[in-house]
């Protein structure tokens, strides 16, 4: 009876353990850089491993008067030299209200990218109900701003939405009988 209880302790705290062993993966700093005529801005953006998925952890904020659903973003890896610059852009999903912030996990589809280069972020497009916003030549802004050119003023182009506009609702009112002559 002792080796049936010492057994089950055993494997009950084998778990335990081998869960201590494993350290998290620290968060690695991203930096974002902030079109100011796009609706949208993202605070605190971290980039973390798990596993083999990389995960971007951050909060949207929405500085328009209409629902944004979706966002495209870029992340670029720029190592010390300024030699190697890998570039992964994806787009989300998001439903954002306006003039509100809300915090999401985007999983950007990342290959083995060394921890010791820089990252940096940027929003190539934002799409609301009525209108998308487009960053015009986002890649080159992302890259003249990981060389330290802060000084760029980049141009925005603001479409009309055709796709995402929500049903209009109709109501049926029902019409009086009229009497027949």
Known sequence: MKTVAFALMILVACPAFARQD??????????????LDLPARIDEPKLQKHDSEYALKCALANRS???????QLT????????????????NEATSVSAYSIKTFEFHPTV?????DAAIFLGI???????????????????????RGQHGLIPKVQKLQN?????????????????PRP
């Open 22 to 35: 494993q350290t998290p993966t620290p968060a690695l700093p991203v930096t974002f850089f902030d079109v």
């Open 65 to 71: 008067e209409e629902t944004l659903v979706g966002v």
């Open 75 to 90: 992340l670029m890896f720029v190592d010390a030299a300024n030699n190697h610059i890998t570039r992964v852009t994806w």
């Open 111 to 115: 290959k083995n990218e060394a921890t």
């Open 124 to 146: 190539d497009e934002v799409i609301g109900r009525d209108s998308v916003w487009r960053t015009v030549d986002a890649d080159k802004l992302l890259r003249a701003y990981a």
């Open 162 to 178: 055709k796709f995402d506009k929500e049903t209009p609702r109709i109501i049926m009112r029902s019409q009086p009988k009229l």
